[in-house]
């Protein structure tokens, strides 16, 4: 089955500096990667997503990137403001089947003011 | 009008009990889920319910038993809990997976469950 690693599992950047999060995935098959935020007490909201005939995805601060030949994909936040502060999940699936979504162990990030 | 809501959102009982969490989601979505995350915030699927039937069943123990009265609702059910049951679960909802363009998963805000 599929599994999803994320790195670095907590992560401490200054306000207005970059925030990157890596994720690896081993099922080939896989062709849709969202990413997740977990506000404090909250449930996890999608963020952004890619699909796998699409490199690179950008949405205000944030961007994703997909490399489906070495099955790794990113997140990327520029300029990180204190609302930023939350944990990240990455995930993978194949949307063509009953799947299921495989969600990477999360990444803390915190914004230091 | 909240999307996906959750029932209660604190639930702390004794060992062996028996107790259930609630679900209901008011977007019209065709699938439903529960999810499991323990206290080192890994998210694990637990089930999924697509018009009330099972299509994802994991390696959980018999004692949850998940049950789908309508396709807007999904309840999840424990016997005999353990203490290893302690987690935060999460019912989520997203349209119906055939659909390429409706894969996000909307959460709800969860139930914390404590078993001393």
């Known amino acids: 089955g599929e599994n999803v690693e994320q790195h670095p599992s907590t992560l401490s950047v200054q306000e207005g500096d970059s925030a990157v999060i890596k994720c690896t995935y081993s099922?080939?098959?896989?062709?849709?990667f969202p990413w997740y935020k977990q506000e404090l007490g909250k449930g996890p909201q999608l963020i952004i997503d890619?699909?796998?005939?699409?490199g690179e995805k950008k949405d205000q601060r944030i961007a994703v990137t997909l490399n489906k030949t070495a099955k790794h994909f990113s997140l990327h936040i520029t300029e990180t403001q204190p609302e930023d502060s939350a944990v990240y999940f990455c995930?993978?699936?194949?949307?063509?089947?009953?799947?299921?979504?495989?969600f990477g162990s999360g990444t803390r990030l915190s914004i230091r003011p | 009008d909240t999307a996906v809501s959750q029932t209660p959102k604190y639930l702390v009982t004794q060992m062996g009990n028996d107790k259930s969490i609630k679900c209901e989601q008011n977007?019209?979505?065709?699938?439903m889920y529960w999810y499991k995350q323990d206290s080192k915030k890994f998210l694990k699927i637990m089930f999924s319910?697509?018009?009330?039937?099972?299509?994802i069943n994991e390696t959980v123990p018999n004692r949850f038993s998940p049950k789908s009265p309508d396709k807007a609702h999904l309840n999840l059910h424990i016997n005999s809990l353990e203490l290893g049951d302690s987690a935060v679960y999460f019912c989520?909802?997203?349209?119906?997976?055939?659909?390429?363009?409706?894969?996000?998963?909307?959460f709800g805000p969860g139930t914390r469950l404590t078993v001393l």
């Open positions: 989520a909802s997203s349209q119906d997976e055939s659909l390429p363009l409706y894969n996000e998963q909307f």
């Open positions: 099922d080939s098959a896989s062709n849709y």
């Open positions: 890619i699909r796998s005939n699409v």
């Open positions: 995930a993978a699936s194949m949307y063509s089947s009953a799947s299921k979504i495989i």
């Open positions: 977007l019209g979505h065709d699938t």
């Open positions: 319910y697509n018009n009330k039937e099972l299509i």
